[in-house]
């Protein structure tokens, strides 16, 4: 058994809809109401959430988007390579590892609203991280737009839209 496979069995991992393997490691007890919200949440939340995340050799994390900010965590394997398209439809990628000598940061905040997609840097190995969010994580929040959607929307950014997202 491989030390992904290892990580998926000790840490119970499940396939996660947009690419990879996830389990809920976190969540507060607490709730923020809905009133104390910005109007973009349709109900209330949890004040966090924390995620395990693993990407495996060829698996990616298709675009998308939540309307929270994200911080990613470094855990284990291969830098990340994180992919985004902010707000200003500005194309730009992110290393999270802990070597740098390839410029990787150990942790990095994807910014409430920005598309993002992930893939392993190295894809002979898988990568291990953490995903913390704030206000807490709801699936109403989600969103994988379609291929043909992202491509209409950006279409400068053609190409690591083909290879990141799904149809």
Known sequence: MDRAELWI???KLAPHPEGGWYKESYRSEENI?????PDRFS????????IYFLLNGNDFSAFHKIKQDETWHFYDGST????IINDRKKYFSIKIGNDPHVDALPQYTVPAGCLFAAEVFDKKYFSLVGCSVAPGFDFADFEMPKREDLLKKY???RSIILELSRM
Do not use: E
Request: glycine residues 4%.
């Open 43 to 50: 109900g209330s939340r949890s004040f966090s959430t924390a």
């Open 9 to 11: 069995k000790k840490l």
């Open 155 to 157: 279409p400068q950014h």
């Open 80 to 83: 990340l390579l994180l992919h």
């Open 33 to 37: 109401s809905q009133q104390a919200l």
